[in-house]
């Protein structure tokens, strides 16, 4: 059991747009920066967002992020069929002394 | 341009001792925090572990603190993980990742990878 909480999956049809949820405690998600990764399969994963909702240069603005107490989102719009891939958040928790992911979200793009 | 990479995966017995390393390339190693994460075959991403610039302060995760040690070779520009009293459920694909800031992520730039495969 992961400390962050993600659906297991989401879908949505080319050129739509997903959201991505991603639950965690006063501990972790409350009291630090949340990013988000990326991982295509058989790749390793690509930081898209950091400090809740900035973008590293060369991700398009397609992907945001927010965060809102100890709760997270990823956005996602104009799907494209390449962005199948997992999606996880992680941040580091105060208490554990450790860094946390969620279990990961598999986006199909239908 | 930054590289990472990842050596020292294979197959090991349960009980026994594997060392991985990651070599650092295209940026100035001495000026980051690096952390381990693995990912089981089939699972999701687990932070291993970290160390700080000076190789003076690390922690990790509660699954590895006691039989796993990460260090670093400034010198080398090169991060390691030692890992002993080797367990099945240590199984997984290892990255090294570099931390963007301070310590707490987020992991900017990973390796490919290096399998760690515990079984008898």
């Known amino acids: 059991q992961s400390v962050l909480t993600q659906p297991p999956s989401v879908s949505a049809a080319p050129g739509q747009k997903v959201t991505i949820s991603c639950s965690g405690s006063?501990?972790?998600?409350?009291?630090?920066?949340v990013s988000w990764y990326q991982q295509l399969p058989g790749t390793a994963p690509k930081l898209l967002i950091y400090?809740?909702?900035k973008r590293p240069s060369g991700i398009p603005d397609r992907f945001s992020g927010s965060k809102s107490g100890t709760s997270a989102t990823l956005g996602i719009t104009g799907l494209q069929t390449g962005d199948e891939a997992d999606y996880y958040c992680?941040?580091?928790?105060?208490?554990?002394?450790?860094?946390?992911f969620g279990g990961g979200t598999k986006l199909t793009v239908l | 341009q930054v590289q990472l990479v990842e050596s020292g995966g294979g197959v090991v017995q349960p009980g026994r001792s594997l060392r991985l390393s990651c070599a650092a390339s295209?940026?100035?190693?001495?000026?980051?925090?690096m952390h381990w994460v693995r990912q089981a075959p089939g699972k999701g991403l687990e932070w291993v572990a970290v160390?700080?610039?000076?190789?003076?302060?690390?922690y990790y995760a509660d699954s590895v603190k006691g039989r796993f040690t990460i260090s670093r070779d400034n010198s080398e520009n090169t991060l390691y993980l030692q890992m002993s009293s080797l367990r099945a459920e240590d199984t997984a694909v290892y990255y090294c990742?570099?931390?963007?800031?301070?310590?707490?992520?987020?992991?900017?730039?990973w390796g490919q990878g290096t399998l760690v495969t515990v079984s008898s």
């Open positions: 990742a570099r931390d963007r800031k301070i310590g707490y992520g987020p992991f900017d730039y």
């Open positions: 160390v700080y610039n000076a190789g003076n302060y690390k």
């Open positions: 006063s501990s972790n998600i409350g009291d630090n920066y």
């Open positions: 295209g940026f100035t190693f001495t000026s980051y925090v």
């Open positions: 400090d809740n909702n």
């Open positions: 992680g941040t580091w928790d105060t208490s554990l002394s450790a860094g946390v």
